[in-house]
């Protein structure tokens, strides 16, 4: 079976300071990872993901992700964070193998950057 | 590229009314819609799966006469709650993954609010 897991339910980082939003994974095989993000009352936006390759991954907005698999890992990262960055973010999972089956998400992390 | 549209994007009805919710990708077919939920604060539910020109999978504990789900054509899902109730008041999403070309990545409509009175 696939999981994800984000260790934590709310990050705060101060506005210019990097961030990492952390993600953990379980699937049996190669995964495809995802990070979303989700603005109050939108829907989730795709921010960029790990198919295959360079384990580090850019994304929109500034954002990376490395994929490391020895841990099971792939973090979110920004260099500098924005004030606009505050919001709900997801990362997901899906095992490439399993068929037509959708993605599966973490509990999600509230990112708030202050000012 | 990769929209995916809902309509309403809000709907306030009265208990024991149904209401349709449109998912619609704009700029590329989709064979296979999936339809989340979403409570306040709480991470994406995933209440079935919708195929095409076939009856949809629901996942366990969702009740396939309630929430009635149809995808007729490559670019349109529809989930109709029937006799809503106040417990059904949520946000709902749909996601699309693209029949040809990016078919690793689902694209999320903007949601639809639904407050059951």
């Known amino acids: 079976a696939q999981s994800v897991a984000q260790p934590e339910d709310q990050v705060n980082v101060a506005e210019g300071n990097p961030l990492t939003v952390k993600c953990t994974y379980s699937?049996?095989?190669?995964?495809?990872l995802f990070w979303y993000v989700q603005y109050p009352n939108r829907g989730l936006q795709f921010l960029l993901k790990?198919?295959?390759?360079?384990?580090l991954v850019k994304g929109s907005y500034g954002f990376e992700a490395e994929f490391n698999k020895s841990q099971t890992s792939f973090h979110l990262k920004k260099p500098s964070a924005l004030v606009s960055d505050s919001a709900l973010y997801f990362c997901?999972?899906?095992?490439?193998?399993?068929?037509?089956?959708?993605?599966?998400f973490g509990k999600g992390t509230r990112l708030s950057v202050i000012a | 590229g990769a929209v995916v549209s809902q309509h309403p994007s809000r709907v306030i009805c009265k208990s024991g009314t149904s209401v349709k919710i449109e998912c619609r990708s704009l700029?590329?077919?989709?064979?296979?819609m999936f339809w989340y939920r979403q409570f306040p604060k709480k991470s994406l539910m995933l209440m079935a799966t919708?195929?095409?020109?076939?009856?949809?999978?629901?996942e366990q504990g969702v009740e396939k006469d309630k929430f009635l789900i149809n995808h007729a054509s490559l670019t349109l899902s529809t989930l109709t709650v029937t006799s809503a109730h106040p417990e059904d008041s949520s946000f709902y999403i749909c996601?699309?993954?693209?029949?040809?070309?990016?078919?690793?990545?689902?694209?999320f409509g903007p949601g639809t609010r639904l407050t059951v009175l």
């Open positions: 996601s699309a993954r693209p029949s040809q070309g990016l078919t690793d990545t689902q694209y």
């Open positions: 699937v049996s095989g190669n995964p495809y």
């Open positions: 790990y198919i295959t390759g360079d384990n």
């Open positions: 997901a999972v899906r095992d490439p193998n399993s068929g037509n089956t959708p993605l599966v």
């Open positions: 700029d590329f077919q989709a064979t296979t």
């Open positions: 919708s195929n095409e020109g076939s009856k949809a999978t629901y």
